[in-house]
């Protein structure tokens, strides 16, 4: 069983830059494909990154030319580079398995872009 945490997040302003990470422990970390998701107050929770087992990524169409996803599979880790940050992107980020229906959740990491 693979356990997930988020760091990283915090406030910063439009136009600034943020990394994310997720740590994870447990056997099978580096054969799933593992995502970054958001959700904002009164918004869906979205997909924004992911990326392979063999590093291959995809990105929401909101964030793409300014995300990106990379893993390190030895340290059992997950980052998300976060550049040219909009209002729009404040959101606690999670991250999880991509392309499977998820029954369990972490706490997040809080990001906040304002000025």
């Known amino acids: 069983q693979v356990q997930l945490v988020e760091s990283g997040g915090g406030l910063v302003q439009p136009g600034g830059s943020l990394r994310l990470s997720c740590a994870g422990s447990?056997?099978?970390?580096?054969?799933?494909?593992w995502g970054w998701y958001r959700q904002a107050p009164g918004k869906q929770r979205e997909l924004v990154a992911a990326?392979?087992?063999?590093?291959?990524?995809n990105y929401a169409d909101s964030v793409k030319g300014r995300f990106t996803i990379s893993r390190d599979n030895a340290k059992n880790t997950v980052y998300l580079q976060m550049n040219s940050l909009k209002p729009e992107d404040t959101a606690v980020y999670y991250c999880?398995?991509?392309?499977?229906?998820?029954?369990?959740w972490g706490q997040g990491t809080q990001v906040t872009v304002s000025s």
């Open positions: 990326i392979t087992s063999g590093g291959s990524t």
């Open positions: 999880n398995r991509a392309y499977r229906v998820i029954s369990s």
């Open positions: 447990g056997s099978i970390f580096s054969i799933y494909t």
